[in-house]
């Protein structure tokens, strides 16, 4: 049915990682807005982070609350538990719905510290310059092969596939017009690609005001659509008001770019719909 990926929101954080509302918020916020589905995606608990993943204890009350979630909506709104789980968690991803895999960090090869790449400019420049010899696409590069890795444990659903263009606002940082960006995307693809991976069309980017284009660039997806990938569209969302942020917009560019179709995911797996 056309319009049906209006209705399922799978990319979703609460306040038990870095989200802004309660599970009960987000759940009624789509409850009323009519949405079908509703997928949480915690971020996994990862070692290395300490600012906005799941802790082990918070871990267990999300399942928890989840599940009585599941069973208060049911017959009017299908919740499903996933996951986004990190290259660096240590959490198991087939313990849930579903999983969304994704790379947040850069590990420097010089001072193995874990840089996230996606936050604080201080922190992108540190890993810069501390690390990769100053040399910007080396760090897009390391991200990629990251995210490479990431598709290698077969996720569902793959993550905003180019989070490292999120504070390169400008080129700020690194040219994402040079043939080495899209050489290591490229690889990243290649291997979403053997592992059945869907590509996250992800329109936060926007919404939280880092950039004017979503994730992944429109070079990444016309590859894609190359290699003959698939596509679900989701927000990110971190608070209950961009449930559904953008996916018109995002439709449109899909189609623009030769997309006739997108995934749409439910309780019973992914369903193509129309474009």
Same mark, same amino acid.
Do not use: N
């Given at each position: 049915m056309a319009d049906e990926y209006k209705l399922s929101s799978v990319h979703v954080h609460s306040k038990l990682c870095d989200g802004k509302n309660t599970l009960d918020e987000l759940a009624v916020t789509a409850w009323h807005a009519g949405l079908k589905?509703?997928?949480f995606s915690?971020?996994?608990?990862?070692? /290395?982070?300490?600012? &906005?993943?799941?802790?082990?204890?918070?871990?267990?009350? &999300? !399942?928890?609350?989840? +599940?009585?979630?599941?069973?208060?909506?049911?017959?009017?709104?299908?919740?499903? /538990?996933?996951?986004?789980?990190?290259?660096f968690s240590?959490?198991?991803?087939?313990a849930y719905d579903y999983f969304i895999g994704s790379a947040h960090y850069v590990r420097g090869p010089k001072t193995g510290r874990y840089y996230e790449i996606d936050f604080r400019e201080a922190d992108?420049?540190? /890993?810069?310059?501390?690390?990769f010899d100053g040399d910007g696409l080396a760090v897009v590069e390391a991200y990629f092969d990251n995210v490479r890795q990431v598709a290698e444990h077969k996720p569902p659903i793959l993550g905003h596939i180019d989070l490292i263009k999120k504070i390169n606002k400008g080129n700020k940082f690194f040219d994402e017009t040079s043939p080495r960006?899209?050489? +290591?995307?490229?690889?990243a693809l290649e291997a979403a690609a053997a592992n059945g991976c869907v590509l996250e069309v992800n329109t936060s980017s926007v919404y939280r005001g880092y950039r004017d284009d979503f994730f992944p660039g429109e070079e990444i997806?016309?590859?894609?659509?190359?290699?003959?990938?698939?596509?679900?569209?989701?927000?990110?969302?971190?608070?209950?008001?961009a449930l559904t942020?953008?996916?018109?917009?995002? +439709? +449109?560019?899909l !189609?623009?770019?030769?997309?006739?179709?997108?995934?749409?995911?439910? !309780?019973?797996?992914?369903?193509? /719909?129309?474009?």
């Open positions: 589905t509703l997928g915690g971020h996994s608990h990862t070692p /290395c982070d300490i600012e &906005y993943c799941m802790t082990q204890s918070r871990t267990a009350l &999300y !399942k928890a609350q989840v +599940a009585k979630l599941k069973e208060r909506y049911a017959g009017k709104l299908d919740i499903l /538990c996933g996951l986004e789980w990190d290259l240590d959490d198991d991803p087939t992108l420049a540190a /890993c810069i310059q501390d690390d960006y899209m050489a +290591a995307a490229r690889k997806l016309r590859a894609w659509k190359e290699m003959g990938g698939e596509v679900i569209i989701t927000a990110d969302a971190h608070e209950a008001k942020f953008g996916y018109e917009e995002a +439709a +449109a560019q !189609k623009a770019l030769g997309y006739d179709h997108v995934q749409v995911l439910g !309780k019973d797996g992914f369903v193509p /719909c129309a474009l």
